[in-house]
């Protein structure tokens, strides 16, 4: 069974500090896929990465960053210089290389931004 | 760009009733999927479908039935509504099973 668990249920912060989201996994795997999700206020889910168990490359897109770990079995996700906008539920989810899998989602992080 | 499309948007029943939610979506995906969203519980899967023709169970089946009888269709139905299936349930298709999943905008279900 694969697991994915985001200790960090709330997060508050005011603008311009940095944060950095919590996501650990289990799975028995070797070939997996990490992702990471939005979903501010307005209710709708948005794409934010999609992380292969091969590439342990941290990966940078503007004020994001992500960490990827397979030693701690950890996808972390950074905010730097937070904004009011960046106020929403972060999710991280994990799949199987395999056919027909399902997608597994952490409970998510709720994380305000204060101005 | 409709993308994933659900409907309707909200709906409240009564206990013991039946609905069915109906997803569809114009990307040629063959991947589509029913989650349901509670507070604190994130994103639970309820059924998925690998294809057309094709249904599966998720992480918590009970009390619902899927079908996908055309590839852009997904049907999530409630054959007898109890107040614990009060909840929003999200639609998502993906290309592949490496692919990352499109939502809908969800749907706001309210038993009484």
């Known amino acids: 069974a694969q697991k994915v668990t985001q200790a960090q249920t709330e997060i508050s912060v005011v603008e311009k500090e940095d944060v950095t989201l919590d996501c650990v996994y289990e799975t028995r795997d070797t070939t997996y896929y990490l992702f990471w999700y939005k979903q501010p206020p307005s209710g709708e889910l948005v794409f934010l990465i999609r992380?292969?168990?091969?590439?342990?490359q941290n990966e940078i897109s503007g004020r994001y960053s992500w960490n990827f770990q397979k030693s701690t079995s950890s996808f972390n996700f950074t905010i730097t210089a937070s904004q009011v906008v960046d106020s929403a539920v972060y999710f991280c989810a994990l799949t199987k290389n395999n056919a027909g899998n399902m997608l597994t989602f952490g409970g998510g992080t709720r994380l305000m931004v204060k101005p | 760009n409709a993308g994933v499309t659900q409907t309707p948007k909200f709906r409240v029943l009564k206990t013991g009733q039946s609905m069915t939610l109906l997803c569809a979506q114009d990307?040629?995906?063959?991947?589509m999927y029913w989650y349901r969203q509670d507070p604190g519980m994130g994103l639970r899967l309820i059924h998925y479908?690998?294809?057309?023709?094709?249904?599966a169970k998720g992480e918590v089946p009970d009390g619902y039935n899927v079908s996908r009888l055309k590839k852009q269709n997904f049907l999530l139905g409630l054959e007898s509504a109890a107040p614990s299936q009060t909840s929003v349930y999200f639609c998502?298709?993906?290309?592949?099973?490496?692919?990352?999943?499109?939502f809908g905008e969800g749907s706001r279900l309210t038993v009484l």
């Open positions: 992380r292969n168990s091969f590439d342990e």
């Open positions: 990307m040629n995906h063959e991947y």
């Open positions: 998502a298709s993906r290309i592949d099973y490496t692919g990352e999943l499109f």
């Open positions: 479908s690998v294809g057309e023709g094709t249904t």
